[in-house]
T-cell receptor, first 116, second 114 residues
Framework: GDSVTQMEGPVTLSEEAFLTINCTYT??????LFWYVQYPGEGLQLLLK?????DKGSNKGFEATYRKETTSFHLEKGSVQVSDSAVYFC???????????????FGQGTTLQVKP | SAVISQKPSRDICQRGTSLTIQCQVD?????MFWYRQQPGQSLTLIAT?????????ESGFVIDKFPISRPNLTFSTLTVSNMSPEDSSIYLC???????????FGPGTRLLVL
């Protein structure tokens, strides 16, 4: 079945450091890919998305490119801030895939802590 | 974006009791989803709530434990039945856009079972 694998956390960085969180997926068809963020004590927010190969999603300085050839959707940010400390989830939608229900399949989440 | 509300936002319950969580979305949708997030874990889909038909449950989740209602296109409830401490989790509802599949989540219901 479809699955998403994220790099293990936690990731601890100093402010203004470069961030990469790796995400790879296994899916049939052509899923849409997402990054969601969960700030401490808050709900899940959409950070960015890409719906087809080579699309780049971007928001708040974060970027991720849908790479079909490597089945990856790595999250990057050039200069992190303390306020970016959160848990980041990579996910895929099964729309256009084998079950086509619209449900999301999540990776295990990566905790990012940014120190001043 | 979307406006999705859940009630209650949190609760502390005794084992053996049941809790019903309500979810209201801001626009009519055919499918709503219920997820569970256990402490420190990722989100796991419990079931897909279809208006006008029985909910579809994922492997490991059963209707007797997590009955779902979907009386109209903007509302759903999830009941956590005969609770045990292992049910302590955040329960989230969501709706999806058919174009592109973006899901929008409610704020979650934080449940602690003693």
């Amino acid at each position: 079945g479809d699955s998403v694998t994220q790099m293990e956390g936690p990731v601890t960085l100093s402010e203004e450091a470069f961030l990469t969180i790796n995400c790879t997926y296994t899916a049939t068809g052509y899923p849409s890919l997402f990054w969601y963020v969960q700030y401490p004590g808050e709900g899940l927010q959409l950070l960015l998305k890409a719906t087809k190969a080579d699309d780049k999603g971007s928001n708040k300085g974060f970027e991720a490119t849908y790479r079909k050839e490597t089945t990856s959707f790595h999250l990057e940010k050039g200069s992190v801030q303390v306020s970016d400390s959160a848990v980041y989830f990579c996910a895929l939608s099964d729309l256009g895939g084998s079950s086509n229900t619209g449900k999301l399949i999540f990776g295990q989440g990566t905790t990012l802590q940014v120190k001043p | 974006s979307a406006v999705i509300s859940q009630k209650p936002s949190r609760d502390i319950c005794q084992r053996g009791t049941s809790l019903t969580i309500q979810c209201q979305v801001d626009s009519q949708v055919t499918m709503m989803f219920w997820y569970r997030q256990q402490p420190g874990q990722s989100l796991t889909l419990i079931a897909t709530a279809n208006q006008g038909s029985e909910a579809t449950y994922e492997s490991g989740f059963v209707i007797d434990k997590f009955p779902i209602s979907r009386p109209n296109l903007t509302f759903s409830t999830l009941t956590v039945s005969n609770m045990s401490p292992e049910d302590s989790s955040i329960y989230l509802c969501s709706k999806t856009e058919r174009q592109g599949g973006t899901q929008y989540f409610g704020p979650g219901t934080r449940l602690l079972v003693l």
